[in-house]
Nanobody, 115 residues
Framework: QVHVMESGGGLVQAGGSLRLSCAAS????????MGWYRQAPGKQRDMVAI???????SYADSVKGRFTISRDNAKNTVFLQMNTLKPEDTAVYYC?????????WGQGTQVTVSS
């Protein structure tokens, strides 16, 4: 049984910051990629940021320079520091952990940015 749990969402004013956390627990071997995705109402789920085990990162163009992803491999935990938030960042944010033969999602955490 694998459990992926996000935390840290909430309501913030434009220009503010939030930090999301995600912890994966259970029978997980060799996580290769940990990442954050988001889905706004009526839209598809899109990649926000991913990080490989060695630390290589990739970001969506819309968040480059504002968001930073990091991970703690020993604790199977990934973080997303979100600065200079904009109303268009409002969405449900999902954590994903993946290896060669698995991919698990969290239940999502709501981020709402007011203008």
């Amino acid at each position: 049984q694998v459990h992926v749990m996000e935390s840290g969402g909430g309501l913030v004013q434009a220009g503010g910051s939030l930090r999301l956390s995600c912890a994966a627990s259970g029978s997980i071997n060799s996580i290769l990629v940990m990442g954050w995705y988001r889905q706004a109402p009526g839209k598809q789920r899109d990649m926000v940021a991913i990080i490989m085990g060695a630390g290589t990162t990739s970001y969506a163009d819309s968040v480059k320079g504002r968001f930073t992803i990091s991970r703690d491999n020993a604790k199977n935990t990934v973080f997303l520091q979100m600065n200079t938030l904009k109303p268009e960042d409002t969405a449900v944010y999902y954590c994903n952990v993946a290896g060669r033969a698995f991919s698990y999602w969290g239940q999502g955490t709501q981020v709402t940015v007011s203008s």
